[in-house]
């Protein structure tokens, strides 16, 4: 049952080009969201994350856009840098501890992001 | 510095072994975390402790029990390996018990079941 699902497993793009990296979820009680990026052998690194009572979230390079009723999110990279490289996952939790949330994060299965230079 | 490492990077066993995989963080936080991924990719949580507590505990087989001696350890003990436990191990942090946030990775720990 992937609660979390991230249809794309890679996404090739070229250097300065913008990204977008897709998510869809099904849990309806999932109420924040976030993306991870991870470099072989290492962990996953967090990167950005959105609640559930915004639709655009913006740092730097990175935007996390949400689409509540589609259950969708995606992550765009503008410009892309080779060092961008790498798995991105996408995780999502439920916070409302009174309706079963926790700290629990289900994560997709990810998107391996190749930036050409 | 660190901020969260696991022993050993690498571990390859027989099946029917035990082996342990140790986990520390010096964030200072108070909630510590068990991932596997397996061959599909799927990052899932295990485990979680809260300062000592058990917190979450999915459905994982008991021969995994998880051991924190104190808030900045979690340790991982696999008793009676399997060749369906080969996948890849990590631990996590985060500061609180909720909402779910931020959390810090270790490197993660290749388990290899021959």
């Known amino acids: 049952d992937q609660q979390v699902k991230q249809n794309s497993p890679s996404l090739s793009v070229q250097e300065g080009r913008i990204s977008i990296l897709n998510c869809d979820y099904t849990n309806s009680m999932f109420d924040y969201f976030l993306w991870y990026k991870k470099y072989p052998a290492e962990g996953p690194t967090f990167l950005i994350s959105?609640?559930?009572?915004?639709d655009k979230n913006e740092d730097g390079r990175f935007t996390v856009f949400l689409n509540k009723s589609a259950k969708h999110l995606s992550l765009h990279i503008v410009p892309s840098q080779p060092g961008d490289s790498a798995v991105y996952f996408c995780a999502a939790s439920s916070t409302n501890f009174f309706q079963g949330g926790s700290e629990k994060l289900v994560f997709g299965k990810g998107t391996k992001l190749t930036v050409n230079p | 510095d660190t901020a969260v490492s696991q022993t050993p990077k690498y571990l390859v066993t027989q099946m029917g072994n035990d082996k342990s995989i140790k986990c520390e963080q010096n964030l200072g936080h108070d909630t510590m975390y068990w991932y596997k991924q397996d061959s599909k990719k799927f990052l899932k949580i295990m485990f979680s402790y809260n300062n000592k507590e058990l917190i979450i505990n999915e459905t994982v087989p008991n021969r995994f029990s998880p051991k924190s001696p104190d808030k900045a350890h979690l340790n991982l003990h696999i008793n009676s390996l399997e060749l369906g436990d080969s996948a890849v191990y990590f631990c996590?942090?985060?500061?609180?018990?909720?909402?779910?946030?931020?959390?810090?990775f270790g490197p993660g720990t290749r388990l290899t079941v021959t």
């Open positions: 996590a942090s985060s500061q609180g018990i909720g909402p779910a946030g931020e959390q810090y």
């Open positions: 959105i609640s559930s009572i915004k």
